[in-house]
């Protein structure tokens, strides 16, 4: 692994966007901090190069408050940050959307 991209568009000397790439030069993972507080809200992972999942944790205690997987057809929410998803939101193959409900919900499913 070899670290190529990092931008710092404030120029405070901390790197808002850092993005991992592999000998061959495609992407594999990158860390985004929002807010300029040298704390990386977000993390991306990517498969062959393309973008495939990002998390955001919004209250930076480590855990994901917020998960999109496979160009959007799959999007997780913890509501409260216990480090549950509450809602999801995914696509079938035939383009439907269908949210699950696991908090107050729970087992619920509305398509």
Do not use: C
Not at 36 to 63: F, H, P, S, T
């Amino acid at each position: 692994m070899k670290l190529v991209g990092k931008e710092d568009s404030d120029r405070d000397g901390r790197y808002e966007h850092v993005v991992i790439y592999t000998e061959t030069g495609r992407a594999l993972r990158g860390m985004k901090d929002m807010d300029g507080d040298g704390i990386y809200e977000i993390r991306e992972r990517y498969v062959d190069g393309a973008l495939m999942e990002i998390e955001y944790d919004e209250n930076a205690d480590g855990r994901p408050d917020y998960r999109e997987q496979g160009r959007g057809s799959r999007k997780e929410w913890d509501l409260n940050h216990d480090g549950i998803v509450d809602v999801i939101e995914r696509r079938t193959p035939e383009g439907k959307v269908v949210w699950e409900y696991t908090g107050l919900l729970r087992g619920r499913r509305f398509e």
